[in-house]
């Protein structure tokens, strides 16, 4: 469908040499916001503080570097001999969620045996965090007027996109063609699953399974609104990277939580309780002291 308007700047300030563009923006706000949620929570259940504080000071910089990474892998051909600061230049738009995902699992899987504390807690606390991230996100993808579907029918704009807000229709006018939000779909999808999240922790699962949930939830969305998409990675032909990814992601993360359910490869819950509801005793303050004697005894 033919549609003409002004779309609205990347850029939200220029400092004199340095321009600042909403994309940027728009990641460290859901960044920042991620982790103010992941803070209280994990505070909630006895963590320390500093625990979420250290793994994001790792996790983020080599999510973002992952996430790039795997974006220029699939689309060499755009990127082979090209000057290396076009390679690296992600406020131009280019990453892809399966990268950073990739990146902070192994970061945090590193970061837990190192600092001696539960991995499947921390991507359990880090879940509805991330997804949030996500949802706030695509945000940046639609002020970079990226992330789109294809063409929109006269029928679907008259049905759905006039309800839209007139800013958001805008932009979606591209050369002078109105295209699928599919940010937006994925936005509010990734809100959903924020909220379901954040219901299903409060039923207490499996240690793990919070997380779990999570890789289903986004997978499965995200494999019906890639095919929506103009802009989408292909392995071979024309299979969609995204798509391959998110069944395999899917069947993973279903397998899992059979294999570990059936074998019993898991007994805590989400909270630190057993199977029965009970909480692992913590030792007195009497009690540290005279392990702490003990030891240097010794």
Known sequence: MKYDAEPLSRVLVELGPLTIYWYGVIIAVGAYLGLLLALKESERLGLKKDIFIDLVVFAIPISIISARIYYVVFEWERYAGRPFMEIIAIWEGGIAIHGAIIGAVLTGLVFARVRKVSFWQLVDIAAPSIILGQAIGRWGNFMNQEAHGGPVTEEFYNNFMQYLPDFIVNQMAIGGILYHPT????????????????????Y?????????????WYSFGRYFIE????????????????????????????GTIIYRRYFNKVQTRYNGSDLLGNMPKQKSHNQKKKSTSKKKKK
């Open 227 to 254: 095919g929506m998409r103009t802009d989408s990675l292909y392995i071979i032909g024309n299979l969609r990277t995204a798509q391959v990814i998110s069944i395999v992601l899917i069947l993973w993360a279903v």
């Open 183 to 202: 940010f937006l779909y994925e936005s509010v999808w990734n809100i959903l699953g924020f909220i379901f999240l954040l219901v299903l922790r409060r």
């Open 204 to 216: 207490n699962p499996m240690r793990g399974e919070v997380f779990l949930s999570y890789v289903i």
